[in-house]
């Protein structure tokens, strides 16, 4: 399917269906007259094959609790056999409502108040809310930006380590906002030294199936062939790829059974929570029948992510564009182009674009921005207008 051709076929207008990205602009930035490129999320239909199976779900009218069926697991294995080929094991696997709501409960699960968790700023910022609202020590080890490109600086991540007895460390992999895909080398290097001073890792490999063409995706479950798996969670859900964050439904990959019955038993002593039946219907459609559809939606990430490359070089060529490995989050460093502390005036104000600041993520990059790349071509070149007539 061409781009166009996807675009004019699931393409929807979100206003006043209560999206978060369309519908709270007054309530998130005081003004509801902009054009969102904030949240991650799309303004694209899911699979076909995914309304379809909740349509005959729904159909049933039934709606009592429900367990998880054998084919859950098959499909997704089936998906994994396709795509990125980790080797997940159906007993490592428990349901959360969300990432976020995963990660809060693991770090409230391995750690106890005070202790120091280590992430790698700038970094999705829910990581630092979780460890910030349970009362653990942030440890931040930066990444490093040479040109565009950041990478993981070792010897700080180590010190820092030893430095404040990290006993976890949150991985963003691949990573929102700098769109870094890892390298297996990257990812063997941290998890080694992690190991070394026994810090228990949590990989956020939401934005797995997202890879540009070009970039190869290790889940640190692969990594030297499985050689951390005893000190690694691993957290992924179908609702970054398929667009169904409100459904509710996401994976915690436990390989280590000590741990995974620490975090069960847990678990059922503050999370007597149901799996959601819808989420889990949609996922399964979803990863049984999605492919094409996850094709065609990266062809439309990396032509929006050209046009935006193209259009900057030429007509506000100060304005620096991030390398896009993974994710549909484009990183852009504003600071040649406008002053760092003027940079909500002239995106916000001038340029009426709601977008995700890069204040939001680390201190150190209030001159950046990230904008939503899983929209439509014509939001996209809209947002390049506003963006260049305000500079
Ligand atoms: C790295 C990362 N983790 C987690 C989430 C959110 O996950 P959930 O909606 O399952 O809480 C996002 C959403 O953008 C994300 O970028």
Excluded at 59 to 76: E, L, R
Aim: with cysteine; proline share 3%.
């Amino acid at each position: 399917m061409s781009i166009n051709e996807f675009v004019e076929k699931y393409q929807r207008e979100r206003c006043q269906t209560n999206a978060l990205k369309w519908d709270a602009l007054a309530e998130r930035f005081g003004d509801a007259d902009l054009l969102p490129l904030w949240v991650a999320d799309m303004e694209f239909a899911a699979p076909e094959a995914v309304t379809e199976a909740l349509t005959k779900r729904i159909a049933h009218g039934v709606f009592g609790y429900s367990i998880v069926d054998d084919q859950y697991f098959d499909t997704y294995l089936g998906w994994q056999k396709r795509h990125e080929n980790t080797p997940f094991k159906r007993e490592w696997l428990s349901f959360s409502t969300g990432v976020v709501q995963a990660l809060y409960d693991l770090v409230d699960c391995f750690t106890k108040e005070g202790e120091a968790v280590m992430i790698q700023r700038p970094v999705y910022y829910p990581f630092s809310n979780a460890i910030k609202d349970k009362n653990r020590q942030l440890v931040n080890s930066p990444l490093v930006n040479v040109d565009g490109h950041y990478h993981m600086d070792l010897a700080d991540f180590e010190a820092k380590i030893v430095e404040n007895q990290v006993k976890l460390f949150i991985l963003c992999s691949p990573h929102n906002p700098v769109g870094r895909v890892w390298t297996e080398k990257e990812l063997a290097d941290v998890l080694a030294i992690c190991q070394k001073h026994q810090v228990l890792v949590i990989a956020d490999e939401i934005h797995s199936d997202f890879i540009m063409p070009g970039y190869q995706f290790t889940s640190a479950i692969s990594v030297a062939n499985g050689a951390y798996l005893d000190q690694l969670i691993v957290l992924n859900a179908p609702s970054k790829t398929f667009n169904l964050a409100s459904l509710l439904n996401s994976h915690i990959w436990i390989p280590n059974e000590a741990l995974r019955k620490q975090y069960r038993t847990w678990a059922s002593k503050n999370r007597q929570t149901e799996s959601s039946m819808l989420g889990q219907v949609a996922a399964k459609a979803a990863y049984a029948n999605g492919d094409a559809w996850l094709a065609s939606l990266i062809e439309v990430i990396e032509a929006n992510y050209q046009t935006i490359r193209t259009r900057l070089a030429q007509e506000a060529p100060q304005v620096k564009v991030g390398q896009l490995e993974g994710t549909y989050l484009l990183w852009l460093d504003l600071r040649q182009a406008i002053d760092e502390n003027q940079v909500k005036t002239v995106i916000q104000d001038k340029a009426k674009l709601a977008v995700d600041f890069g204040s939001w993520f680390d201190q150190d990059s209030k001159g950046f921005i990230r904008l939503n790349l899983a929209t439509t071509p014509a939001i996209i070149h809209q947002a390049i207008d506003q963006l260049v007539a305000s500079l």
